[in-house]
């Protein structure tokens, strides 16, 4: 493999039913950082579907130059054979140094295909990437390759944090968890250069038939989407005295979500855990009440805009990332800030 015919920054434009997956745009964001850092110009989207072309524009205005396109019948729904296919052979007839895909359901599937047919590593559910020098500092006897992709993500059970490069092969993959990067502010009229590409595809044995598709229908709120989230942790005590939340959420129009802990007690649906196992959430304003501030938690919440934390423990971590902190108890704090607000709301 000759390094040097790789070039450009890739991402993987997920879509689903001809709608683009938010990651799909958050991944521009971060390409659009990338490239710059590598002197590259182009950034690109792999858009594969079937009847498709209508989502260039919204890639071009979230940071797309160019979108490779492959559009086929095959590959209306997803299904991993003809999906692995489509990408693959757009990574050998293009050569990308950098692909970055969504850790999605479809992103988690695809990824790990993807690198072992075309013969690289790929780091999951990253948490941070940069272009800098891998080994991160020179060791003696051992050549310090420049401008390589740093992927950082929790290991160990979240104990550590791992900073991992692709030396040696190419494309360098990453996966990225949904909410983890950020779109940029759209271009309106941006426009793509579209390259249409059709590997062809044959089916054989892999392939899949899909029989029947049964949408699940989540019956909670988004927590990515929310502005303001009240969390709740095992301090609240019990999945009734969520009540108290839930009061608060209503009167700022702000929606519960929960660490992992109140979801293994059987408080909470796993839709609302923030965390490095739940959801990665950058509301404005994040209250963590009754939440200790385990790494694991932090991970999915550190980059709300404005943090406020209650908590009986002054020496709980989560004092650590909050911008305000209330030392207290919850039971009597957070229903007299209720009250304030309503009243406060009230007089406006
Ligand atoms: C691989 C792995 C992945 C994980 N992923 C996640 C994840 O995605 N999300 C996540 O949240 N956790 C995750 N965890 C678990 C994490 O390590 C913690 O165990 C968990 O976050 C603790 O939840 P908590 O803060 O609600 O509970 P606790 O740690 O028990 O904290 C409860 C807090 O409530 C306070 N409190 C109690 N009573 C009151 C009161 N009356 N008033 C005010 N404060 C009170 C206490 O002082 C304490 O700080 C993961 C762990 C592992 C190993």
């Known amino acids: ?73 095959e590959l209306k729904d997803y299904r991993t054979e003809p999906y692995t296919h489509a990408l693959a052979s757009v990574i050998d007839e293009f050569k990308p140094e950098i692909l970055l895909v969504g850790a999605t359901a479809i992103g988690r599937d695809l990824g790990p295909r993807v ?110 989407e929310a502005k303001i989230l009240v969390s709740g942790g095992r301090g609240v005590g019990s999945a009734e005295n969520f009540k108290i939340l839930d009061d608060l959420a209503k009167v700022l129009h702000g929606t519960v979500s929960c660490s992992r802990a109140v979801v293994d007690s059987g408080w909470k649906p796993k839709d609302l855990q923030v965390g490095q196992t739940g959801k990665t959430v950058r509301p404005k304003v994040y209250f963590a009440i009754g939440i200790s501030g385990a790494i694991q938690h932090v991970a999915g919440m550190e980059e709300s805009d404005l943090i406020i934390a209650i908590n009986k423990d002054e020496n709980a971590p989560i004092f650590d990332v909050a911008d305000y902190g209330v030392v207290g108890d919850l039971n009597k704090i957070v229903p007299a800030l209720t009250k304030k607000l309503e009243a406060a709301l009230a007089e406006k």
């Not at 689903?16 to 991944?27: F, M």
């Not at 950082?152 to 990453?174: E, K, L, S, Y």
């Open 1 to 73: 493999m000759s390094l040097e015919e790789y070039k450009g920054v890739f991402i993987f434009a997920q879509q689903v039913d001809n709608e683009l997956s938010g990651i799909a745009l958050e991944l521009l964001g971060k390409a659009k950082d990338l490239a710059k850092d590598l002197d590259e110009k182009k950034v690109t989207a792999v858009l594969i579907g079937d009847k498709v072309g209508n989502l260039v524009d919204t890639l071009a205005e979230y940071g797309a130059d160019r979108v490779i396109v492959v559009d086929d019948p």
């Open 115 to 224: 690198s072992s047919r075309v013969h690289t590593g790929l780091t999951a559910d990253c948490t941070q990437l940069d272009i800098g020098d891998f080994p991160l500092v020179a060791v003696p006897g051992q050549e310090q390759k420049h401008k390589q992709l740093l992927m950082t993500r929790p290991a160990f059970g979240g104990n550590t944090i791992a900073t991992i490069a692709c030396p040696d092969f190419r494309p360098q993959m990453a996966t990225v968890r949904p909410g983890v990067m950020q779109k940029i502010t759209p271009v309106k009229g941006a426009k793509a250069e579209v390259v249409e590409f059709n590997p062809g595809f044959k089916e054989n044995a892999c392939y899949t038939k899909i029989l029947e598709i049964v949408k699940a229908v989540s019956e909670v709120e988004d927590i990515q």
